[in-house]
């Protein structure tokens, strides 16, 4: 079956980074673009942005550019998504999501969703 | 940006109730590109419905889509034990995606 597996939870301190993975299996990797949505303990969803697995082109959402850095490695089928700079704001569960959407332009709906992945970010 | 606008906040309704949740959209959605998920605490959110009237594979029938333009519903006929949960409505027509606030449907 078409799944999503991401990486464990992270602790990190304010002003490091955090990469999280996120491993695709039961489809052809580079077939679907893989998005980042995040939320915040007790909050809604937040959209981060979006990577090709197939070219490695990226669209981040506006708050997040210069801080965040998708990318992909074709050979685990595995995408990551890098956040510097970190806050306790960031502090968050973050997901990846398979777009289900027609083209690079029309982007869709997202199925399925990886687990999350908690970060706390905490001195 | 489009700004989604969930209504109500919370919703307090029995099994067997009919639930009626609003998306509202600061502009028209292109190609009523509107979609609905389900999250239940702890879950990662679950995609229901799409594009607007289209349900996922394996959901219910008792959940439907409907709407245009700038305004979307989404109707559970009759709830569950577990449809209790926050659903949330998502634009993808138009970048950035973006998520409105998020309705809780509780047990009255």
């Known amino acids: 079956q078409v799944q999503l597996v991401q990486s464990g939870a992270e602790v990190k301190k304010p002003g490091a980074s955090v990469k999280v993975s996120c491993k695709a299996s039961?489809?052809?990797?580079?077939?679907?673009?893989i998005h980042w949505v995040r939320q915040a303990p007790g909050q809604g969803l937040e959209w981060m942005g979006i990577?090709?697995?197939?070219?490695?082109?990226?669209d981040y959402a506006q708050k997040f550019q210069g801080r965040v850095t998708m990318t992909r490695d074709k050979s685990t089928s595995t995408v990551y998504m890098e956040l510097s700079s970190l806050r306790s704001e960031d502090t968050a569960v973050y997901y990846c999501?398979?777009?289900?959407?027609?083209?690079?332009?029309?982007?869709?709906?997202?199925?399925?969703w990886g687990q999350g992945t908690l970060v706390t970010v905490s001195s | 940006e489009i700004v989604l606008t969930q209504s109500p906040d919370t919703l307090s309704l029995s099994p067997g109730e009919r639930a009626t949740l609003s998306c509202r959209a600061s502009q028209s959605l292109s190609s009523n590109y509107l979609a609905w998920y389900q999250q239940k605490p702890g879950q990662a959110p679950r995609l229901l419905i799409f594009g607007p009237s289209n349900r996922a594979t394996g959901i219910p029938d008792r959940f439907s889509g409907s709407g245009s333009g700038t305004d979307f519903a989404l109707t559970i006929s009759r709830l569950e034990p577990e449809d209790f949960a926050v659903y949330y409505c998502?634009?993808?027509?138009?970048?950035?995606?973006?998520f409105g606030g998020g309705t809780k449907v509780e047990v009255k």
């Open positions: 999501a398979r777009d289900l959407g027609l083209s690079w332009l029309v982007r869709g709906w997202f199925d399925p």
């Open positions: 039961g489809y052809t990797f580079s077939t679907y673009f």
């Open positions: 998502q634009q993808y027509g138009t970048s950035p995606l973006t």
């Open positions: 990577i090709n697995p197939s070219g490695g082109s990226t």
